[in-house]
């Protein structure tokens, strides 16, 4: 196994998990996305949960595809989501740190 970024190589999923909720309550993802730039694909909605699951969690799974060359794009990973009639929306850049399936709450 080879950790760190290694360099040429492409990474893929950007991951927002919801923790602690209630098994079947609703949960809105709108607005939820993934912005790439130049050289990287047209990001694919992997997953897209409705309502938190039996273990508390929900999910979006969003990916795409670049490589770790100099002159590429960071990718930025808008998230937001509403439960129990909370809203909340915060952006990120994703770097992943030589990794794919980068977790953000």
Same mark, same amino acid.
């Given at each position: /196994? @080879?950790?760190?970024? @290694?360099?040429?190589?492409?990474?893929?999923?950007?991951? &927002?998990?919801?923790?602690?909720? @209630?098994?079947?309550?609703?949960?809105?993802?709108?607005?939820?996305? &993934?912005?790439?730039?130049?050289?990287?694909?047209?990001?694919? @909605?992997?997953?897209?949960?409705?309502?938190?699951? $039996?273990?508390?969690?929900?999910?979006?799974?969003?990916?795409?595809?670049?490589?770790?060359?100099?002159?590429?794009?960071?990718?930025?990973?808008? /998230?937001?989501? $509403?439960? &129990?009639?909370? $809203? %909340?929306?915060?952006?990120?850049? %994703?770097?992943?740190?030589?990794?794919?399936?980068?977790?953000?709450?």
């Amino acid at each position: /196994m @080879i950790l760190g970024k @290694i360099p040429a190589s492409c990474y893929t999923s950007a991951t &927002l998990t919801l923790t602690d909720g @209630i098994a079947g309550e609703k949960v809105d993802f709108d607005g939820t996305k &993934l912005d790439v730039g130049l050289g990287q694909t047209v990001p694919i @909605i992997q997953r897209w949960d409705k309502e938190f699951d $039996n273990s508390g969690e929900a999910k979006v799974v969003i990916s795409t595809t670049w490589c770790t060359k100099p002159l590429t794009d960071t990718p930025t990973f808008t /998230m937001r989501f $509403n439960t &129990l009639g909370v $809203n %909340v929306t915060e952006t990120r850049a %994703v770097t992943f740190g030589g990794g794919d399936h980068e977790r953000f709450y």
